[in-house]
Every structure is written in structure tokens, then in C-alpha cells.
């Protein structure tokens, strides 16, 4: 059953009990409850196949989280199965694997998919664009998961934001960023349109699992590095092999991790089942968020405290030239296609409508709790 029709025939299905019980068929009604006991009865085992190395604090924990939520909430009726990246398919394999049905979930980030679709990276973060309570707006409340849900069906897919780390961090150099021309020549792990627009910026950007980063820049095959903010860099240990830490994380706002799952696994589900695993994924969204904000600061002490990194701000000059180049690619994504041109329009306006908002709400209170 299309997503769609699912609260409309939730009303119609329970108008339809209260009619049984008010006209007394008593034979219709064991019947009917015996027959769907015996359709859930049902045990699903499903295997989830994921981008981060297993248990990975924040991005694989919440995958398991996701995994055991499932589990519960439907009483063992889904069972779910975590695979870390490489032990059963390799990171950048998981949407095909899910696609195909190797696997029926799969716990990523939309942007690792621009192959297939350069509008993807829209459902995960844009240089310049949401934060995660935006990003939050847009997806439920703004006709952003409707659009993403339009666009994977194609791939047999259906997703659901499933985490956000709030904004990251702007990444792990060995020299000091004074100018744009600093990012000149420099071979930095950057995913999705950040590394498009570190490229217009004369960078090499690069896309590697986070399990590859630290033995890359430690043997010199990557001059810096973003990943995600302190929690996450500080157990990769990139301390050890870069000096400074840059902040802000221009590129990834508040960037939506993905639970990805087979279409056709997921339509043959009974829709209670349907209804637990969305809402688990839903669970997970707003949970890693919390998880992150609360753990960051903590890292960030350790990190500068006790392993003295270099805490660095990119110069206002610099930020100035990402955002003009990040509105060209931005926009030049939009023209790819006309799925492109429908996202950015809904993006774009979303994007105008809630920076209004928050200059005079989150920017404004922010403001003045800083006040001395
Ligand atoms: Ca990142």
C-alpha cells in the first residue's frame, strides 16, 4: 500500500471495526481478528547493511538502534540484523545492495549516492542550507520526505531520515587556512557538494569511508580531512595525524543520515509493521541528534585539552567565497534535471522562508545568550 493511503485507510479500517461492533457481526469479527493474528504471526528476518564501521559511536549505533528498535516494537515480528561496511557488501555498495535485495535496509547518507543522481544530495545536506531542526522542517513538515520517497521508488527504494549530527566540523588540516588560496592544491577527503565546491576552490576533493581516513592522511594520500564533528573525530584518533581542527562545517549543516529499505520488503510488510519501522527510523532521527549535541562538547574538551589540537575558525573572507561558490553549484544542480529543478524549488523556498524565522527565533535567542 502506497505511504500515501496509509492514514486514510487506517480511518477507514477503524470506521470499519466500529461498524462491525455497532451492527453486532459477531461471526465477522473473531473471524476477521483471528485471520490477521495468523497473517502477522509472520517472522521477517532482515539484514541491514550499513556505510559506517560496526558499532562506530553516533552513525553505527544509531543504525543499531534503528535495528533493535525494529526488533522490539514489533515483538520479534521483524528481526534485524546489523552488518557493519565490508562484511557483507563494501560501504559505497550499500544502495545498490538494498536496491537488489542482498539486504532489506540499509543506514547511510543520501550525498554517497550522487552517481546515481546528483538531486540526491539534497535529502542528506547543501553547503550553506539546513540545519538538522530545519532539515527536520523541510523533510516532514515541508514536502521534503515526499520528494525523496518520489525519487527512490525508482530505485526500489524506500528511505527515511534515520539520524542528523547537527552541524559538523569544517575538517583536520596541517597548515593554517588564511586565505582561499590556502585550499589551493590540497587533496582533502570531502564528500558530496562541499567537495565540488572545494574543487571550484582549487582543492582535490576526495570520497573515502571514514574507515580509510586516518591511514590516509597518517601516509600523506590526503593532505586534510573532514568527517563529522568532535564525538566521531576524536575516536578515529585524527588528532594524532593533523594539527588544526577547522570550524564551522560550511559544508554539512545538519547533515540526515539515511535508513534505506527495499520496496518491495517493505510493501509486503502488514502495516503496523510499516508504521514501526518508519517511526523506529523517526526515533533514531531525533535521538542521534540529542546524542550529539550532548556528546560533542565533551570530545571537543578532550581534544583540545588533553591532546592540544589547534581549534581554528575559517576567516569570514573565506566562508564569503565558499557561499558564493556554494550557491552556483547549488543552482547548477537544479538544472540537471527536471527532479533536480522540483527539489531545489522546494528546498530553495523552504530555505528562504525558515532563515526569515530563525534570524528572529534560534539566531536572535542565540544572540542574546551570548550577550555580555
Ligand atoms: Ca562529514
Known amino acids: 500500500m502506497k505511504r500515501r493511503n496509509l492514514v486514510k485507510s487506517l480511518g477507514v479500517s477503524v470506521l470499519a471495526i466500529s ?3 455497532a451492527t453486532g457481526c459477531s461471526k465477522e469479527g473473531p473471524e476477521a481478528a483471528k485471520g490477521e493474528k495468523a497473517k502477522t504471526e509472520k517472522v521477517y528476518k532482515w539484514k541491514m547493511v550499513t556505510t559506517w564501521p560496526k558499532n562506530f559511536p553516533g552513525l553505527g549505533t544509531g543504525a543499531n538502534n534503528v535495528a533493535k528498535l525494529i526488533t522490539k516494537m514489533s515483538g520479534g515480528r521483524i528481526q534485524v540484523k546489523v552488518y557493519g561496511a565490508k562484511e557483507l557488501v563494501p560501504a559505497f555498495e550499500v544502495f545498490d545492495a538494498v536496491s537488489r535485495g542482498t539486504a532489506e535496509m540499509g543506514h547511510g547518507a543520501a550525498y554517497y549516492w550522487k552517481g546515481k543522481n546528483a538531486a540526491i544530495q539534497f535529502f542528506s545536506t547543501v553547503p550553506f542550507g539546513l540545519t538538522a531542526q530545519e532539515m527536520n522542517g523541510w523533510l516532514y513538515h515541508g514536502g521534503g520526505l515526499k520528494l525523496w520517497t518520489e525519487v527512490y521508488a525508482q530505485y526500489n527504494l524506500v528511505p527515511a531520515a534515520a539520524g542528523n549530527t547537527g552541524v559538523q566540523m569544517g575538517g583536520w588540516f596541517n597548515k593554517e587556512i588564511n586565505s582561499l588560496d590556502d585550499l589551493k592544491g590540497l587533496k582533502m577527503r570531502i564528500p558530496g ?3 565540488e565546491v572545494f574543487k571550484r576552490a582549487g582543492g582535490t576533493p ?15 594520500a590526503l593532505d586534510a580531512t573532514e568527517w563529522v564533528g568532535p564525538y566521531n573525530d576524536l575516536a578515529f584518533g585524527f588528532y594524532k595525524v593533523a594539527k588544526y581542527y577547522y570550524y564551522p562545517g560550511w559544508h554539512e549543516p545538519g547533515t540526515t543520515l539515511e535508513a534505506i529499505i527495499n520496496k518491495e520488503a517493505f510493501d509486503a510488510l502488514p502495516e503496523d509493521l510499516q508504521e514501526i519501522v518508519l517511526n523506529a527510523c523517526k526515533v533514531v532521527n531525533q535521538d542521534m541528534l540529542a546524542e550529539y549535541t550532548a556528546r560533542n562538547n565533551a570530545a571537543l574538551n578532550t581534544l583540545v585539552n588533553e591532546h592540544k589540537v589547534q581549534l581554528r575558525a575559517f576567516p569570514d573572507d573565506v566562508l564569503k567565497e ?3 561558490i556554494s550557491d552556483e553549484v547549488v543552482a547548477e544542480l537544479a538544472e540537471k534535471d527536471d527532479t533536480a529543478k522540483r527539489i531545489y524549488a522546494s528546498f530553495k523556498t523552504y530555505r528562504e522562508q525558515v532563515n526569515d524565522w530563525h534570524e528572529i527565533s534560534e539566531k536572535a535567542f542565540l ?3 551570548s550577550l555580555k
Do not use: C, D, N
Open 193 to 195: 557538494l562541499g567537495g
Open 206 to 220: 576526495v570520497t573515502l569511508p571514514g574507515g580509510e581516513l586516518y591511514t590516509a592522511l597518517q601516509t600523506g
Open 322 to 324: 565558499l557561499r558564493k
Open 367 to 369: 544572540r542574546a545568550r
Open 19 to 21: 461498524m462491525i461492533f
